[in-house]
């Protein structure tokens, strides 16, 4: 159970970065769309890709709070 706990908490951090590479990506492009391109939509229209990480993020943070806890009543 601890090495299920570490991996959904290595999962967490490397979901977290890859969130932030997509939005930052989809933003700068929706700011390009914008000067070039004359899209109507703001760019602040790209910051909903955090939506499905967030919710992925919290549920294996959850699993890594469960894992964990039950590695320590094991353990007892």
Known sequence: MKKLSYICKILTM????VM???VAY???GM???IEHLGFS???EV???YIIPF????????YLAW???RRSRKKEK
């Open 54 to 61: 967030i919710l992925v993020i919290t549920i294996l943070m």
């Open 46 to 48: 790209a910051l909903l």
């Open 31 to 33: 700011q390009c769309g």
């Open 20 to 22: 932030v590479a997509v």
């Open 26 to 28: 989809n933003y700068r």
């Open 14 to 17: 490397v979901l977290s970065y």
């Open 66 to 68: 469960y894992f964990a």
């Open 41 to 43: 939509a703001p760019a």
